[in-house]
Structures are given as structure tokens and as C-alpha cells.
């Protein structure tokens, strides 16, 4: 495995992260939807031109979000779970606590740089340095060794000099 074919994994583990944490963002916020739904006043006088609701179809509406939400909330789960598990497989390569800190950190945690700089106490360019190193050395350990010439075939014969 490449050093950028490393790299796109754990980027695409870090996007299924992000996408999922969107995901129940959403969800939260459909739920306050649902908390903040507000049926028609009755006692007020009658409006006309405005489209009229009840309460059960405005929470029927939201209720079908929320399900909707739920369902891909569910599926995101069960593809960030593969990701992590794969990710989490190749991280267990790393001998150095601060790459693989750092590395679970980015792609795992999904947090951004300034954060992870700050909570590992390392300037940006240390912070980078250890990410491309961790990144190589995931790559050199993927990569599959080159086979070595078969020991078994002996040299040929030495020829005598007389």
C-alpha cells in the first residue's frame, strides 16, 4: 500500500465521521422541531390565504423525518464501525504513542488540527511531521517486501585456476 493510498483510507474514515456526526446534528435538531410544534390557536380569528395545520399533521411530518433520519443514522453507523475496525487494525502498526495518538486523534475522533495541536502540546509543523511519519510507516508495513533470491539455487561451481 501506497503512502497516498494510506492516506485516502484514513480520509475516507474521517469524512464517514463527519458525515455520521452531521447526521445526529440533524436528528437533534429535528427533535426540537418536534419539542417546539405548535397547534392552531382556536380562539384567534381566522386568517384567510394561509394554509392551516393540526398539531397531529405537523408532528406526523416530523415523527416521518425523524424515521427517516434514524435509518440512515443506522446505516452511517454500521459503515463508520467497518472503517473504524479496519483503521483501528492498521494503527495497531505504529510503535510510537504520539503518531498513533495523533492519528486517532484526527481520523477516529474527527478533530481538526488547531485542537489536536493544542491537546498534544506540539507546534504545527511537529504536529505534520508526526502525521507524515505515521502515514509511512503504516505504508512501508503495508507494503509487501520484495522476494528475495531463492538461497536454495547454489552458486555455480568455482573453476580452478590450473
Not at 422541531?33 to 393540526?54: F, N
Amino acid at each position: 500500500m501506497t503512502e497516498q493510498e494510506v492516506k485516502l483510507f484514513f480520509d475516507k474514515v474521517r469524512r464517514c465521521q463527519n458525515l455520521y456526526n452531521s447526521i445526529v446534528y440533524e436528528r437533534d435538531h429535528i427533535e426540537e422541531d418536534l419539542a417546539a410544534a405548535k397547534a392552531i390557536d382556536y380562539s384567534k380569528p381566522h386568517v384567510s390565504g394561509g394554509t392551516s395545520s393540526d398539531l397531529a399533521d405537523v408532528v406526523m411530518r416530523i415523527h416521518a423525518e425523524k424515521n427517516d433520519c434514524v435509518r440512515e443514522l443506522t446505516m452511517r453507523l454500521w459503515e463508520l464501525e467497518c472503517y473504524k475496525e479496519d483503521a483501528i487494525r492498521l494503527l495497531r502498526v505504529l510503535k510510537n504513542p504520539d503518531q498513533e495518538s495523533l492519528m486517532i486523534d484526527r481520523y477516529l475522533r474527527g478533530m481538526s488540527w488547531k485542537t489536536i495541536f493544542k491537546a498534544h502540546h506540539i507546534e504545527r509543523t511537529e504536529g505534520f511531521r508526526r502525521h507524515q511519519k505515521a502515514i509511512r510507516c503504516i505504508a512501508e508495513a503495508l507494503t509487501p517486501k520484495p522476494k528475495e533470491e531463492q538461497k536454495d539455487k547454489k552458486s555455480p561451481p568455482k573453476q580452478s585456476g590450473d
